[in-house]
């Protein structure tokens, strides 16, 4: 159990489009849902917490309005990187507590998403 | 501020053991986690304490001392497929997991 999804694996977009990474988990509800960012040979990267039916809280430094994230429902969340610049090229991976539970304690993660920005 | 420290590469032989060292600050404590991340894959989890002492888990164990703010991963029977990267993450206070920046183990036969 507490598999948590992401679509697409991976995306090559061209400067200025936006891209929107969809996280999911499978079987178990998540109020709560984080997105990282790491570049290569780099540590985890909070960019904001993703709570449902209400604003995420971004991280001092992420730009809310070019990271939008919507957390519509207990299983979705969203990450929209509008007006993607080779800057934003990164591996975006989001994870997602149990709600309740002994293990609610625990982030699962998804299988993260390559953005390549040319 | 809050900080986590560890090795950045170890090598180790196959069929050897291996101790990953972490040491952390944070604000407030709620556990530390160990999470073994594949090149080009999301990170899995391996284990969590929050009581001082070792956790054994098959050929893995994990030591937390709280006091000196002192973790270790110790990996057994190194098998090649233990190469990878070892992060170690500290729960603050708010429940955010801060990160360190990972420990690139090498496997050689």
């Known amino acids: 159990g507490a598999v948590v999804s992401q679509h697409p694996s991976w995306v090559i977009c061209k400067s200025g489009t936006s891209v929107k990474i969809e996280c999911r988990s499978l079987d178990f509800q998540a109020t709560t849902m984080f997105w990282y960012r790491q570049f290569p040979k780099q540590s985890l990267m909070l960019m904001a917490t993703s709570n449902e039916g209400s604003k995420a809280t971004y991280e001092q430094g992420v730009e809310k309005d070019k990271f939008l994230i919507n957390h519509a429902s207990l299983t979705l969340s969203t990450l929209t990187v509008t007006s993607a610049h080779p800057e934003d090229s990164s591996f975006y991976i989001c994870?997602?507590?149990?709600?309740?539970?002994?293990?609610?304690?625990?982030?699962?993660f998804g299988p993260g998403t390559r953005l390549t920005v040319l | 501020g809050q900080n986590i420290d560890q090795p950045t590469e170890m090598t180790a032989t196959e069929g050897a053991i291996v101790q990953i060292n972490c040491t952390y600050q944070t604000s407030g404590f709620n556990g530390l986690f160990w999470y073994q991340q594949h090149a080009g894959e999301a990170p899995t989890f391996l284990s969590y304490n929050v009581l001082d002492g070792l956790e054994e888990k098959g050929r893995f164990s994990s030591f937390l001392s709280r006091s000196k703010g002192y973790s270790y991963l110790l990996l057994k029977e190194l098998q090649m497929k233990d190469s990878a990267s070892y992060l170690c993450a500290s729960m603050d206070s708010n429940y955010q997991l801060i990160w360190g920046a990972g420990t690139k183990l090498i496997i050689k036969p």
């Open positions: 994870s997602a507590h149990l709600d309740g539970g002994i293990l609610s304690i625990e982030q699962f």
